[in-house]
């Protein structure tokens, strides 16, 4: 039979270099919570989750970066494992190199609760991030929070990447933040409820996505841009032949610019 930690996991990094982070086993359940907290450190790639189909969480994952560098992919959730409860990721003054999933890697990491994903302080992203997993389904919601000066280099997807939401998606990105491009659906993912975004005080390069990249929004894509500068357009639905929302709604407001609305 497969080891299990029957209770919670407690994980934290502190000024160390490490290949890759696990918050749960390798084909080991974690019945109870599951907790990572990674300080000033250098790390590959980070899973809140575990390695392996059987490595199943049971409780709630928190998920802290600090003042680290990221030399691959951040994963709220696990690597092939699923996650029965919520994820809550914390992202702070960190340089990342490669992309933020707010779910898990892979067909079978499946996330039954909701992800809740804050980027905040200065945090540098090279390439994009997801609400949801990396052909890992959620089943819940995507909560994202950008803020305080944050850069993503690529684009911010409210959904997963090839992967669904069976969920709402809900975006915040404010406080002198810049993306290039914004959805507030998914890359080749659905969502399955509402796609809600507001842009603050804040800057697109380029266009803002009330919908997905080839990706459905099963209700309403809702944009309001408040107080801040999209380089090119701003759509109320997606990019793409498959990208259909049921609805939209855009508020374009103080004092914002565009090319196209």
Same mark, same amino acid.
């Given at each position: 039979a497969?080891?299990?930690?029957r209770?919670?996991? $407690?994980?934290?990094?502190?000024?160390?270099?490490?290949?890759t982070?696990y918050?749960?086993?390798e084909?080991?359940?974690?019945?109870?919570a599951?907790?990572?907290?990674? *300080?000033s450190?250098?790390i590959?790639?980070?899973?809140?989750? /575990?390695e392996? #189909?059987n490595?199943e969480?049971?409780? #709630?994952? /928190?998920l802290?970066? &600090? #003042?680290?560098?990221?030399?691959g992919?951040?994963?709220g959730g /696990?690597?092939?494992g699923k996650s029965?409860? &919520?994820i809550d990721?914390?992202?702070?003054?960190?340089t990342?190199d490669?992309?933020?999933?707010g779910?898990?890697?892979?067909g079978?990491?499946d996330?039954?609760?909701?992800? &809740?994903? $804050?980027?905040? $302080?200065?945090t540098?992203?090279a390439k994009n991030v997801?609400?949801?997993g990396?052909? /890992?389904?959620l089943?819940?919601?995507?909560?994202i929070?950008?803020?305080?000066? $944050?850069?993503?280099t690529d684009?911010?997807?409210?959904g997963?990447?090839?992967?669904?939401?069976?969920?709402?998606?809900?975006?915040?990105?404010?406080d002198n933040?810049t993306?290039?491009?914004?959805?507030?659906g998914?890359?080749?993912?659905?969502i399955?409820?509402?796609?809600t975004?507001?842009?603050?005080a804040?800057?697109?390069?380029?266009?803002?996505?009330?919908?997905?990249n080839?990706? +459905?929004?099963?209700? +309403?894509?809702?944009?309001?841009?408040?107080?801040?500068?999209?380089? *090119?357009?701003?759509?109320?639905a997606g990019k793409?032949e +498959?990208?259909?929302v049921?609805s939209?709604?855009?508020?374009?407001?103080n004092?914002?610019?565009a090319?196209?609305?």
């Open positions: 497969s080891a299990q930690v209770g919670n996991s $407690t994980t934290t990094i502190n000024n160390s270099t490490i290949t982070v918050g749960g086993g084909a080991a359940a974690v019945t109870g599951t907790k990572v907290s990674i *300080n450190s250098t590959t790639d980070v899973f809140g989750g /575990g392996g #189909e490595a969480l049971g409780g #709630e994952i /928190g802290k970066i &600090d #003042e680290s560098t990221i030399k992919n951040v994963y /696990g690597d092939a029965k409860q &919520d990721i914390d992202i702070d003054s960190t990342i490669y992309n933020v999933y779910a898990g890697k892979g079978t990491s996330v039954s609760g909701n992800v &809740d994903l $804050t980027i905040g $302080t200065e540098n992203i997801y609400g949801g990396d052909q /890992g389904p089943l819940g919601n995507a909560i929070t950008v803020l305080e000066e $944050t850069v993503i684009s911010l997807y409210g997963g990447n090839n992967a669904d939401v069976n969920g709402y998606s809900t975006i915040r990105f404010t933040s993306v290039t491009n914004i959805f507030g998914g890359n080749n993912g659905n399955g409820s509402t796609a975004m507001t842009v603050q804040s800057t697109v390069l380029a266009n803002a996505y009330g919908g997905g080839n990706g +459905t929004v099963a209700s +309403t894509s809702k944009i309001t841009v408040d107080g801040s500068t999209i380089g *090119n357009s701003v759509f109320g793409g +498959t990208a259909s049921l939209s709604i855009v508020y374009f407001q004092s914002s610019t090319e196209y609305v």
